[in-house]
């Protein structure tokens, strides 16, 4: 029962960074962008939630850095992209590479001592629901958190309503689809894909800040290890939609979850084979989600040119 | 009144000039056709008035003040709204959804979705359209799309619809359907621009007509005070010669031959419900049909681009229902696709490299492996030269070029593969005048040079001045074939989906009524 | 002939502006962070091209590089991005080591062909199931490929970590290969092997597969437009698995390289994202194999500047990544294609971009 509750609990608290990056991944590729540059734009959230709470002493304060900070490198490459029209792709690959090595530089010009592990940031709290997180199993797992988790199921339902029944939502999927379409009906197809982007960006900023000041309370160099790319394949899997999306997460969450109950077990099975779990998930997941039409955006990673 | 003037307006796209020195009046209450061929500047004249594209020189007035359209926006917020001509509807979305995008101003941004379904209902019975506000579009035919868009064109209160070759896509039924409602509109007071190079759709319901050609107005007049041939002048400056481009002459064998073929379409529905027939050597035989009827399916599957469900393809006797893209232009199938851009041209290579697109592993452009450069070059030079690509470079980018030249590119190479079957889907879209003419002289060369043509197109004067024979596609069904003096009513009844049989039945019926 | 050569400058200006201009941003932004910018600078020469030796290192440092980056530059030829050159690399590092520490009692040279073949194979079979993957059920090869990264990754972990340790050794390394496998230093006191000149006459046969032969022309050809090249009758899923299989071969053969020719064993961290770097790498050099030469050698010299200037200045050796990726997105604004330009200028086009 015990190693029940555990892996349910571990499966959401890995899930949320997943979950929160694919949400403003689907924002994102819905309105037509096909941005890789995920893991980046996660460590510079991470990097600056961390660098902020330490400063200031407040989580609060880190999570809106770390938000800040994503937006700051969708900011790049929307404008990369979107007004420079550069491919997405290649774009995405450079704001890997400025994530991981701004935050790695800064890293060790900052917190140079931290690096033997010595700086430890003051952490998003648990937050138990009182009554609610004293149900067996699903108590754990629910409702004994930080905010963030709880923000981040929130979120979903933000992101589903919001697609699904406002305008805004019939305008991203509007400037993904059939840019032209949106464009004659007086749609600013640019704003719009500026707008999507940097959502996304501060979702995979908070996605980041997770990492650093909930999940843990520090940074590590290169910390989100694939997480970002993880997201990315949790969106296919959830056919970009909020709640496919939340699925998606779940289950790489479990297999995470599965990875370090295996590690607690006692089995005698070599680390890095477990560390190799999520990773081989993620492509039978995909390969699984693939036989099924989705509903991508068919005018991804395709910049708008005004006739 | 005038609704909408337009003065000495002029649009530059590089150093081709699309409109010159153009005047539009637009009367309130009126159908107003502007009637042009392809590439006279129509389109790009209204793309204007609802600013889409920015003008480079004149003046528009709406209800005699100056407005300038710098954005759709702009236009919407003055009554003016625009139906094109390739739909720009959302598939993913639902009709509800697509007629309030961007309405966020009077939608309020969240959605209330019963109450704006009621709208789109109401609207619905007021005009007639019966269309589901919840379907998604791209579940709904094309026929029910077009009235979407102009639902949501009215729900937007334009009094100034545009209506861009609003038929293309139509069968007779749907065109006369749709011109009942367009009526309906204009009787209460909207005042409708309908773009077409349609003569029979403006002496049938247009009230006003402007002709444009080559970028210019020739003029504009009252229907009911011209006629016809006059219309048919002015439009393309010559007399009309929609006579019979080809002579008749002996045919040959069959070259190809399709048996009972059964395809589906990208959604894995049937899109080719059992078809057969043969063309031989020396024939044009022409498949007419609206779009969207399962021609580009059946011409995918000749080609070999998509799969065959049952049936069989022959090429000059041989099977090639199972082989590859290859294998039939190896059998001697050479095709001119309907989409250049897509699936005819690499547009980042230049063009003799396009030219050997199919050959690239024979000689002499290649031995073993290796790729001969100077024989690329030297057969790009020849056949630019030959089939009058301009600029007479073979080093120039495809992307480069205009539509016309792009085209003859294909045709060039398609032709210049010496093959035994010619299939040419919509040979001629988009195209102008000059090139129009190319591709169709290109035709029919080939034809008297003994090939087997199959001409698959939406374009009735085109089927009827080129083919020997005529099969009508509705359905994924052929409906009988016709000769190319075939009445067009007739023809337009077989393209609704009757089949002869049908059609002689009830002519039989009616002659033994008056009897 | 003027006209070749205007167009081979217009083809360097370009890149080398993108160059400059990152120079221009790294002293900006080492002084920003507080660093002695200068004195990063003259660091950074004295590791890279002071003496013989140092640039010996440099070359050294170029060769996995030229190796990955002409496997991504052949890739995106064909439009199959691989992101997984790491994945393939480190596999490649794998098979080299598993032949060199297995057949010891091989002749040298046979050994070290043997290595180089394993290598090769490795990496093809490391790049095969992505591409597979692509052109049969659709799945989009950066996901997949990124993945491959990480599991390759985690095995080489496992393998040093158990069957292949050392156990002579503390931190987790797996045996050396055998000795008469270790590739011969060209030059007197200086570590240069042979790998980056034998990546030039690779460069070289795969500048000459893209655009001097057929099989160059279907995979450019899908790469620009899949479909118009399918209707051209090239079965595009085949071509793109064998862009796939030699991208991948490249990159393993530079695993094996790095084997044979510096590392002569095995460890986790091998690569040190060698096959990242190499999208820098090809992008700056326009996805042209001869290119790739000169690029690949600009950013072996950053490679070994950048760990100089963590020991003497202090800055992480991690600045070298914000360096490349100031570089591509430099490039990637200044070179958006050509074409798509074109299509909208009213005077045709000329030429390919190639060189």
């Keep these: 029962m015990d190693q029940l509750s555990f892996f349910l609990a571990a499966t959401v608290r890995m899930a949320i960074p997943l979950l929160i990056a694919a949400l403003g991944l689907v924002v994102s590729e819905r309105a037509g962008l096909m941005n890789i540059g995920v893991e980046g734009t996660m460590l510079s959230g991470a990097f600056a939630a961390f660098a902020v709470a330490i400063y200031t002493n407040s989580y609060w304060l880190g999570l809106i850095a770390g938000m800040l900070a994503g937006a700051l490198m969708a900011f790049i490459f929307a404008v990369a992209s979107i007004k420079f029209k550069a491919p997405q792709i290649v774009i995405g690959c450079a704001i890997n590479m400025l994530g991981s090595g701004f935050t790695a530089v800064l890293f060790r010009k900052m917190f140079f001592d931290a690096a033997s592990g010595g700086t430890q940031a003051k952490a998003f709290p648990t937050v138990a629901i009182p009554g609610l997180s004293s149900i067996p199993v699903i108590g754990d797992m629910l409702f004994n958190h930080n905010i963030i988790v709880y923000l981040g199921f929130i979120l979903v339902f933000v992101v589903w309503f919001v697609m699904n029944r406002t305008g805004i939502g019939t305008r991203i999927i509007a400037v993904g689809e059939h840019p032209k379409a949106a464009d004659s009906l007086g749609i600013n197809v640019f704003t719009t894909r500026y707008a999507a982007t940097i959502f996304s960006g501060l979702m995979m900023g908070m996605a980041g800040a997770y990492l650093a000041i909930a999940q843990s309370n520090t940074f590590q160099v290169d910390m989100t290890g694939g997480k970002g790319y993880i997201a990315m394949a949790v969106v296919v899997l959830g056919k970009w939609r909020a709640l496919g999306v939340l699925a998606g997460a779940l289950i790489f969450g479990g297999s995470n979850a599965l990875q370090m109950t295996l590690q607690n077990s006692g089995l005698n099975i070599p680390p890095n084979l477990v560390l190799m779990v999520p990773y081989v998930v993620t492509v039978l997941a995909v390969l699984a989600a693939c036989k099924k039409k989705a509903i991508d955006a068919s005018a991804k990673g395709v910049p708008y040119e005004k006739a | ?515 | ?355």
């Design chain 3, 1 to 355: 002939m003027s006209e070749k050569i205007k167009e081979l400058g217009q083809a360097f200006w370009k890149p080398l502006l993108a160059v400059v201009a990152s120079v221009v941003c790294s002293w900006l932004l080492l002084t920003a962070f507080g660093y002695p910018a200068n004195e990063a600078f003259v660091s950074l020469w004295e590791a890279t091209f002071k003496n013989m030796r140092v640039f010996g290192n440099t070359l050294n440092k170029a060769c996995p590089l030229l190796f990955t980056g002409i496997a991504v530059a052949i890739g995106n030829r064909g439009s199959v991005f691989n992101i997984g050159a790491e994945g393939q690399f480190i596999m490649g590092c794998t098979a080299a080591t598993w032949v060199g520490i297995t057949f010891t009692g091989m002749p040298g040279p046979l050994l070290m062909v043997l290595m180089v073949l394993a290598g090769a194979l490795a990496g093809a079979a490391w790049a095969f199931i992505p591409g597979l993957l692509k052109t049969k059920f659709s799945i989009s090869e950066i996901i997949t490929t990124i993945m491959f990264n990480y599991i390759a990754l985690q095995l080489v972990g496992f393998l040093v970590r158990n069957p292949m340790r050392d156990m002579s050794q503390a931190e987790p390394q797996s045996y050396s290969i055998a000795e008469q496998g270790f590739m011969p230093y060209l030059i007197a006191k200086t570590k240069l092997h042979p790998g980056f000149f034998f990546g030039c006459i690779v460069a070289v046969i795969i500048f000459v597969l893209l655009f001097k032969t057929y099989f160059g022309y279907e995979v450019r050809a899908v790469g620009y437009n899949s479909t118009a090249a399918k209707y051209g009758g090239i079965s595009v899923n085949r071509t793109m698995i064998l862009t796939m299989l030699i991208s991948g071969a490249l990159a393993g053969m530079g695993g094996a390289f790095e084997v044979a020719g510096s590392a002569h064993y095995l460890y986790e961290k091998i690569s040190n994202g060698y096959g990242y770097t190499a999208i820098a790498v090809s992008i700056l050099a326009n996805n042209n194999p001869i290119g790739v030469i000169f690029s690949s050698l600009l950013f072996g010299f950053l490679a070994s500047g950048s760990t100089a200037m963590q020991r003497t200045i202090g800055v992480s050796s991690s600045f070298a990544d914000i360096v490349q990726g100031i570089i591509i997105i430099f490039v990637a604004v200044a070179t958006v294609s050509r074409v798509k330009k074109a299509k909208k200028a009213s005077k045709p086009v000329k030429k390919e971009a190639k060189q």
């Design chain 2, 1 to 515: 009144m005038n609704v909408v003037e337009m003065h000495g307006i002029y649009k530059y796209f590089g150093d081709f000039c699309a409109n010159k020195n153009v005047d539009f009046t637009l009367k309130q209450g009126e159908i107003h056709a502007l009637l042009g061929e392809n590439g006279a500047g129509k389109s790009t004249l209204m793309n204007i008035l609802y600013g889409l594209y920015g003008h480079d020189e004149g003046q528009i007035l709406l209800n005699g003040n100056e407005v300038h359209m710098d954005s759709p926006s702009v236009a919407i917020e003055n009554g003016i709204g625009m139906v094109h001509q390739h739909f720009m509807l959302i598939p993913q979305l639902t009709v509800t959804q697509n007629i309030f995008l961007g309405m966020e101003k009077e939608t309020g941004v969240v959605h209330k979705i019963k109450d704006l379904d009621r709208r789109v209902q109401e609207l619905n019975d007021r005009y007639g359209f019966n269309v589901s506000p919840q379907s998604l579009i791209w579940q709904i035919p094309v026929g029910v799309q077009q009235k979407v868009e102009i639902l949501k064109v009215l729900m937007r209160n334009a009094k100034i619809l545009i209506l861009d070759e609003p038929t293309a896509v139509l069968t007779p039924h749907e065109v006369e359907e749709l011109f009942q409602s367009i009526r309906m509109l204009a009787d209460n007071g909207y005042s409708i621009i309908l773009i077409t190079h349609k003569m029979s759709e403006v002496m049938t319901y247009a009230d006003r007509v402007t002709v444009m050609r080559l970028g210019e107005v020739i003029g504009s007049v009252n229907v009911k005070d011209s006629t016809e041939e006059e219309l048919a002048h002015m439009m393309v400056g010559r007399d009309v010669n929609l006579e019979r481009q080809i002579q008749p002459q002996p045919t040959g064998g069959p070259l190809l031959e399709i048996k009972d073929l059964h395809v589906h379409n990208d959604k894995n529905l049937n899109a080719v419900n059992g078809v057969t027939f043969t063309v031989h050597a020396g024939e044009i035989v022409g498949i007419a049909g609206v779009d969207g009827n399962g021609q580009l399916e059946l011409g995918e599957a000749i080609v070999g681009g998509r799969k065959i469900e049952s049936g069989d393809v022959r090429i000059e006797g041989s099977s090639v229902a199972k082989a590859t893209i290859r294998g039939h232009l190896d059998a001697g199938l050479a095709h001119i696709p309907d989409d250049r851009l897509a699936k005819g041209l690499v547009l980042q290579f230049p063009v003799k490299q396009n030219l050997i697109m199919g050959s690239q592993r024979k000689a002499p452009f290649a031995h073993g492996l290796m790729a001969d450069n100077k024989a690329v070059t030297q057969h790009g030079g020849k056949m630019v030269q030959e089939f009058d690509i301009r600029p007479h470079d073979a080093e120039y980018l495809a992307g480069g070029l205009s539509g016309g030249n792009q085209q003859k590119v294909i045709l060039a190479r398609e032709v210049g593969r010496d093959p035994k079957v010619l299939l040419a889907i919509q040979p001629t879209r988009g195209l102008d005048i000059g090139a129009i003419e190319f591709v169709r002289s290109k035709l029919v060369e080939e034809r008297s040079k003994g090939k087997a043509v199959l001409l698959i197109s939406t374009d009735l004067d085109e089927i009827r001045s080129l083919s020997d024979r005529i099969l009508v596609m509705h359905g994924g069904r052929f409906m009988g074939e016709v000769s190319a003096d075939v009445d067009i009513g007739k023809l337009g009844l077989m393209m609704a989906g009757k089949s002869e049989a049908e059609i002689l039945a009830a002519s039989v019926g009616k002659g033994g009524g008056e009897k």
